[in-house]
């Protein structure tokens, strides 16, 4: 008589099936993102993912100075109107040099007090008067610098001089558009390589600064007679990601 499975060789059974079964569930049931399955009855797309570069140089158009003017007085009314009264002959000055009252912009006034020895005695009264003059001839800066530190004496401190490109839009579409070329090229020839032509645009995704941080100079001394300066060149650049569907 044929002896009858044990109890443990059928608990085994059930155990491999029902793993067998939760397997295929777990299979048919995988709807990852990052990897979508094909419409039924059609393949995937072929594809080219290439990276573009575009750069533009262009020569700075506009210097930016930023400068303080300080006054001291033993009250605070005469500190702050001896520091107006300075950084209005600066303007004065700066006026004078061909630049536009519209471009000297106020952007800070302070009135603080000074300290004696014993640092909490009052002694007095500093006011300082900080601008930002906004050059657009700047072949002349070297001439505005030298009016600014004559009408402004020793109490002229030159905080920044920087260079930009006032208006850069022309720029970026340019470096854009060498970007997105020389993606294209690079596209071209790996589908030649292939044995293909390059089709639609799939994606398109860009990265890069654009236009760049305007360009600082070394702190000038404010009683130096002249200081040669000189705007140099700024890059404007792009890199572009573009995924062509290849046919």
Request: include cysteine.
């Amino acid at each position: 008589m044929p002896t009858p499975p044990s109890t443990s060789v059928r608990t085994v059974g059930r155990t491999v099936a029902a793993a067998a079964i939760a397997l295929f569930v777990v299979a048919g049931c995988d709807t990852s993102s990052s990897a979508p399955s094909p419409v039924p009855g059609t393949t995937a797309p072929r594809q080219v993912t290439v990276v573009g570069e575009g750069k533009v140089d262009g020569t700075p158009d506009t210097l930016t100075i930023g400068l303080s003017i300080a006054a001291t007085a033993p009250d605070a009314i005469g500190a702050s109107n001896l520091a107006s009264s300075r950084i209005a002959a600066v303007t004065d000055a700066i006026a004078g040099q061909g630049v536009d009252r519209k471009d000297v912009a106020t952007t800070s006034v302070t009135l603080q007090p000074q300290y004696g020895q014993d640092g909490t005695t009052i002694v007095g009264y500093q006011s300082s008067n900080s601008v930002d003059v906004k050059v657009r001839r700047v072949d002349t800066g070297p001439q505005v610098l030298g009016a600014i530190t004559t009408a402004g004496g020793d109490a002229t401190r030159i905080d920044s001089v920087t260079y930009s490109i006032e208006d850069d839009s022309q720029y970026v579409r340019d470096a854009r558009q060498r970007a997105f070329d020389d993606a294209r090229n690079r596209a071209q020839q790996y589908a030649q390589l292939s044995g293909l032509s390059l089709g639609k645009v799939l994606s398109i995704s860009e990265t890069g600064s654009g236009a760049p941080p305007p360009t600082p100079l070394p702190r000038v001394d404010a009683r130096a007679a002249a200081v040669p300066l000189s705007p140099g060149q700024q890059t404007v650049g792009f890199s572009v990601t573009v995924v062509w569907e290849l046919t």
